[in-house]
């Protein structure tokens, strides 16, 4: 019995170091020629100083993309707020109105309200439009700048 568990125990060791049955090989240590390990070297050597380029030019990118998102929500913020502001103008203008309709007594008097009312709210929307143009092109041009100065940069570290 004693024979039995010291050969299971023999079995399962060696099962637990080579668990697929294959058997070890190894190679055999020869020498390395000079010219062979120097060639390695200089490899590893432009391996590592272009990792550490490229770890460089990813946290320059990182910290650019973080520059262009602050300045992109700065600018949707303005953008939104401006928004805002003229969905407020437009809807006191649009009560005046109907307050201005309530006191008028002729057909006629409707019609000139009326057509006073959509030439002020013309020139109104158009003034706004302009506003949101000119402020669209100021946020574009703010949030564009940092990409072109880290695209310059990038061109000038690879030349």
Do not use: W
């Amino acid at each position: 019995m004693n024979e039995t568990i010291t050969a299971t125990k023999a079995k399962t060791a060696k099962h637990i170091t080579d668990p697929f049955g294959m058997s070890k090989y190894e190679m055999p240590k020869m020498e390395m020629p000079a010219e062979f390990r120097a060639m390695t070297d200089q490899g590893l050597a432009h391996a590592r100083d272009a990792c550490t380029k490229a770890k460089v030019t990813s946290e320059e990118a990182v910290d650019l993309l973080v520059n262009v998102y602050a300045t992109v929500t700065k600018g949707a913020t303005e953008y939104n707020l401006k928004l805002i502001e003229i969905a407020r103008a437009n809807n006191r203008a649009a009560f005046d109105y109907v307050q201005e309709l309530l006191g008028v007594k002729s057909p006629s008097e409707l019609i000139e309200l009326s057509t006073a009312h959509m030439r002020r709210q013309f020139d109104i929307v158009s003034a706004q439009n302009k506003e949101l143009h000119a402020l669209v092109q100021e946020l574009t041009a703010e949030a564009t700048a940092p990409i072109k100065t880290g695209i310059s940069k990038a061109f000038n570290n690879v030349t």
